[in-house]
């Protein structure tokens, strides 16, 4: 999941690298139990009236509608207090009645839920789309921290004791100052909440059959979905595939893998390539070198709001190249290893006094499912040696490092986060993947294909980047044919 803040930009990424399990558990007994507490909780809440209005936003496309969902900020509570979710839909236009409505499950987290919108109208022209702000994003109880404690949040955990109290001090005032409105909501901004959130609105529509579309980080809640409420769904296409049993360890491993194959295959291209602005250099001497610039504070400005640090050189570079932008990768390093930043923030030294105090911040809802945060220094340590194995060039994904130092602290997981994916749906769910996608890799969906067993269609593109695979001619021609299948009367 690329998605770019003020002061962060954060990848997912990884591959198997050999590991047996892939970080899956077992399935125990309990889960059977869960997944049918969860659905019992969504049977409680009775039919909404949804009042369509026009979108205040001038973002919002023509013919987009949108209104407010109420639903428990605790599912778990009978007695819990209500949030107001942002909703959206479209109808299919021109058309006396739809082939049937797609529910989009936008990437992120943070992403407004109408993110894809045009990209689907185009391709299903006669579905209706709907979708939410899922909770704790955009109009949905929006989550915002003090932006001086994410950015003394380090890309990657230290080693050094000293310096990991000093993360540990620094995210419990994080995890203190960060908030929702309502205050309640920031304990329960977990992928089965959301699914639930998206079952509510299915009743409230009064349809008894939708269907999918998730990108990224929605498909974690489009799996939860398919695991709960699968028999109200005809197709699913989930595209850019979250692996939800994933350990910490196998979530740093396969994401330093992954940006180790995507690393090299720039390397590749810059050997090759004459247009490549280290043409006929050492890049990796090259990298060493922007790296010590970096820690010497050699460079001028912030990457957007962060102090450049070798770790943010590492960013850089991972966040252009992975999203198949090698010439910017290229000449980015180039200024970097001449103690120049590449970025408009080193246009202007002072920009970064002008940071607010607090902004809308997402990437925390990451800890909601998964268990990512290091306990220790040499937690940390033995961390980095397992990603440096893995990633020899490049030695670890920021992205995911990120996460492992922004967890600290963190509450526990919602409980059963760590379970496959499984659907009840009698239709295979379709996922697409790109060969090389640092975000949501191959491996990952490969995995996912695997949880669900027989109801899996696997479509692979060969490519670079997250994201997209449906732009491929091949692939949209067979996610349409796909879609028909799944809804033909």
């Known amino acids: 999941m690329f998605r770019r803040f003020m002061v962060l930009t954060l990848t997912l990424a990884g591959s198997c690298l050999g590991l047996a399990s892939c970080g899956e ?46 639903v428990p900020v605790d599912w778990a509570k009978s007695n819990s207090r209500k949030v107001d979710l942002r909703i959206y839909r479209w109808t299919a236009e021109g058309r006396t009645k739809s082939k049937g409505t797609i529910l989009n499950f936008p990437p992120g987290p943070g992403e407004r839920g109408d993110m894809g919108f045009g990209a689907l109208r185009d391709m299903f022209p006669d579905y209706d789309l709907v979708a ?7 109009s949905s109880g929006q989550l915002t921290c003090p932006t001086s404690n994410v950015l003394k949040t380090p890309l990657v955990p230290p080693v050094k004791r000293d310096e990991f109290s000093a993360l540990q001090a620094n995210q419990k005032i994080l995890w203190a100052k960060c908030s929702t409105d309502p205050g ?35 498909t974690l809640t489009a799996e939860r979905y398919l695991g709960l409420f699968g028999e109200h769904v005809n197709g699913s296409l989930l595209e850019g595939v979250m692996n939800p049993a994933l350990t910490r360890r196998a979530f740093i491993t396969t994401a330093a893998a992954s940006s180790e194959a995507v690393h090299d295959r720039f390397l590749r291209w810059c050997t090759t390539d004459t247009s490549c602005a280290l043409h006929g250099t050492n890049v990796a001497n090259v990298l060493k070198r922007a790296q010590k610039n970096a820690a010497a504070g050699r460079i001028p400005g912030s990457m957007f709001g962060r102090p450049w640090s070798p770790a943010a050189v590492t960013q850089y570079v ?10 910017q990768a290229a000449k980015g390093l180039n200024d970097l290893s001449r103690g120049q930043n590449p970025t408009q923030d080193g246009a202007d030294p002072s920009a970064d006094d002008e940071l607010p105090q607090r902004f809308p911040y997402a990437d925390p809802i990451v800890c909601s499912s998964f268990n990512l945060g290091v306990k220790s220094a040499q937690d940390a340590h033995d961390d980095l040696v397992t990603t440096e194995k893995a990633a020899p060039s490049i030695g670890y994904s920021t992205n995911a490092t990120a996460y492992t130092a922004l967890c600290v602290g963190a ?48 479509v692979v593109t060969h490519g670079i980047g997250h994201g997209n695979a449906l732009e491929n001619p091949e692939i949209r021609r067979r996610a349409i044919a796909y879609m028909s299948r799944a809804n033909a009367k």
């Not at 909780?41 to 205040?56: F, N």
């Not at 939410?132 to 955009?138: E, K, S, V």
């Not at 966040?319 to 090698?326: E, H, L």
Request: aromatic share 4%.
């Open 25 to 70: 558990p077992g399935r125990n007994a309990q889960s059977g139990t869960l997944l049918a507490n969860h659905r019992s909780d969504v049977a409680r809440v009775g039919r909404q009236e949804i009042r369509w209005e026009e979108c205040s936003e001038k973002d919002i496309a023509g013919g987009v509608t949108c209104g407010r969902l109420a």
């Open 132 to 138: 939410l702000d899922p909770r704790g994003t955009g």
């Open 184 to 218: 309640e909501l920031k304990s329960h901004l977990d992928a089965f909440s959301d699914a639930k959130d998206a079952e509510t609105l299915r009743i409230a529509l009064g349809m008894k059959k939708i269907n999918l579309y998730a990108l990224s980080w929605g």
């Open 318 to 327: 991972q966040t252009a190249s992975g999203n198949n932008q090698f010439a």
């Open 411 to 458: 509450a526990a997981p919602a409980p059963g986060s760590d379970t496959p994916a499984t659907s009840r749906s009698a239709h295979p769910v379709m996922l697409i993947s790109n060969t090389l996608d640092p975000a949501t890799p191959m491996a990952w969906a490969d995995a996912v294909a695997r949880q669900f067993g027989a109801k899996t269609l696997h």
